[in-house]
């Protein structure tokens, strides 16, 4: 079985803080992502790697950045954390689509809340 | 606007009924749909994957039907069980493109009470 493991579940941060969330897949995946989940808006994309060292922006990448410096391992990083960077994150993996639909297999997500 | 709406937001079902849910979307092109099933405090894992050319897959209890003319989708939960209480999220991916990128609705959540 595939799996997606976040660094940790809770994390509490003060204003102004650098942030950074871990996510390691076992699979020898070449996608890797990182989302944000808030109440009401379902998931939306912060960023993807497609191979170690790349990165694409997705839909909100502000006020984030990543690292991607082996193929297992996808980092999240927050600058300088908001009150408004409140929320789920969760890193998910998939294959390449390579003609069929692929998956993406999430993490167990890490909680942020930013005083 | 959100391009995959799901209904109802939310319901509430006795162990052992029935229940069905709807997804409809926007998103075009339209590459596969699937159904995740979050539980609270989890990650989203998938149910089911359907392609254009599939109008149905089961996976155990749960039925997911797809109409890519109307663009809508529905779950179907047979014989609910205390276990099934959880978000279920319908996704839709928007291109062919190597990473597959998807749209989410926002969920419909189950509660499913004894």
């Known amino acids: 079985d595939v799996k997606v493991t976040q660094s940790s579940r809770y994390l509490v941060k003060r204003t102004g803080e650098k942030v950074f969330l871990e996510c390691v897949q076992d699979m020898d995946h070449e996608n890797m992502f990182w989302y944000r989940q808030d109440p009401g808006l379902g998931l939306r994309l912060i960023y993807f790697?497609?191979?170690?060292?790349?990165?694409e922006k997705g839909d909100i990448p502000e006020g984030y950045s990543v690292s991607r410096e082996k193929k297992e391992r996808f980092s999240l990083i927050l600058e300088s954390a908001s009150t408004n960077q409140t929320s789920m994150y969760l890193c998910a993996s998939s294959l390449p689509l390579a003609g069929g639909p692929n998956e993406q297999f999430f993490g167990p997500g890490t909680r942020l809340t930013v005083l | 606007k959100n391009q995959v709406e799901q209904s109802p937001q939310s319901l509430i079902i006795l162990e052992g009924k029935n229940c069905t849910l709807q997804?409809?979307?926007?998103?075009?092109?339209?590459?596969?749909l699937r159904w995740y099933k979050q539980d609270t405090g989890r990650g989203p894992v998938s149910l089911t994957i359907m392609t254009f050319s599939e109008n149905t897959k089961s996976n155990g209890r749960y039925t997911a039907t797809l109409d890519a003319d109307t663009k809508q989708s529905s779950l179907h939960i047979t014989a609910s069980q205390l276990s099934d209480s959880a978000s279920y999220i319908c996704?839709?991916?928007?291109?062919?493109?190597?990473?597959?990128?998807?749209?989410f609705g926002a969920g419909t959540q189950v509660v499913v009470t004894p």
């Open positions: 996704v839709v991916s928007t291109t062919t493109d190597s990473w597959g990128k998807l749209q």
């Open positions: 997804c409809n979307y926007t998103v075009s092109p339209f590459s596969n």
């Open positions: 790697s497609y191979d170690v060292k790349m990165k």
